[in-house]
């Protein structure tokens, strides 16, 4: 892992695989480091010549923090830091691979700079709200106006948050020791587990929704979707690939509002490397 620095931040950023393949950018969720994605599934990317990078989104991680509640930056800085790595990595163009607020930056991003971007792979993500497109699960309603914030200060205490936010995303069982894992390293590498794990709530979003330049993207587009997200319930991910020209969808039965799963990795990663091969 290295630290980048740019526009106003450092990012933590690390590759896998030659730089000299093509270059799979992953764009995690909001309030999420790099570790949302696992390193096994990079490698397996990284396998099929590719050179894969993921980060810590400014705020989580090893990349720079603000104060909790206090973000200095728009949301729009997420995008532009995405490209900005890109320049530091000397990446002309690249595949975004994009889950949830990642997904949405990736759509964005191929609107706004299409020069640079090379395919979507948009994972658990909407272009959404909309009076079309149905609402989060009742279950999980409920669950965000129950939920009480825990002791920031407390290390078993927040992991066990996560927990029960990542039981609540994904409906039915799910490899507990790999979570608790998966959330030990995300706040044991941040520096202010508070601000980490918030501080993307509060971005201003400063401008208008986007689902109605779906239609003029041009570049070769995967939607993979959990059937049983209830975050964004499948008919998200159906619109995107009805409204983005040329989309393919996949539907996971068994993944909910996630990366993919190491289950579903014998089906995601050669759909991936197939989008980014061009074939």
């Known amino acids: 892992m290295e630290l980048v620095h740019v526009h106003g931040a450092d990012l933590g950023v690390e590759t896998f695989g030659d730089p000299g393949q093509p270059a799979l950018l992953l764009i995690a969720g909001a309030n999420s480091s790099m570790d949302g994605w696992d390193p096994a599934f990079c490698a397996a990317l990284a396998a099929g010549r590719r050179f894969v990078i993921r980060y810590d989104h400014r705020d989580t991680g090893a990349s720079t923090t603000w104060p909790a509640g206090k973000p200095g930056y728009p949301a729009q800085a997420l995008q532009d830091d995405a490209i900005a790595l890109l320049d530091a990595l000397g990446v002309g163009q690249a595949h975004l691979v994009g889950v949830s607020m990642g997904g949405a930056i990736a759509q964005l991003l191929a609107l706004d700079r299409s020069d640079r971007v090379a395919s979507l792979t948009l994972v658990a993500t909407t272009s959404g709200p909309a009076e079309d497109l149905p609402p989060m699960a009742d279950e999980l309603r409920v669950y965000f106006g129950d939920i009480t914030p825990p002791d920031w200060s407390d290390r078993t205490a927040v992991i066990e948050h996560l927990m029960g936010f990542q039981h609540a995303l994904v409906p039915g069982p799910i490899d507990e020791p790999a979570a608790r894992a998966m959330f030990a390293r995300m706040v044991d590498r941040g520096s202010d587990t508070e601000a980490n ?31 049983r997200d209830p975050l964004f319930p499948p008919g998200h991910g159906q619109a995107l690939a009805r409204e983005i020209p040329g989309a393919t969808k996949l539907i996971l039965p068994d993944m909910g509002h996630e990366a993919p799963p190491p289950a579903t990795w014998d089906v995601v990663v050669p759909a991936i490397l197939q989008l980014t091969s061009g074939g």
Do not use: A, K
């Open 197 to 227: 794990l918030n501080n993307h709530n509060h971005l201003d979003q400063g401008r208008e929704g986007w689902r109605s330049r779906l239609g003029s993207l041009r570049v070769p587009t995967l939607v993979i979707h959990g059937e």
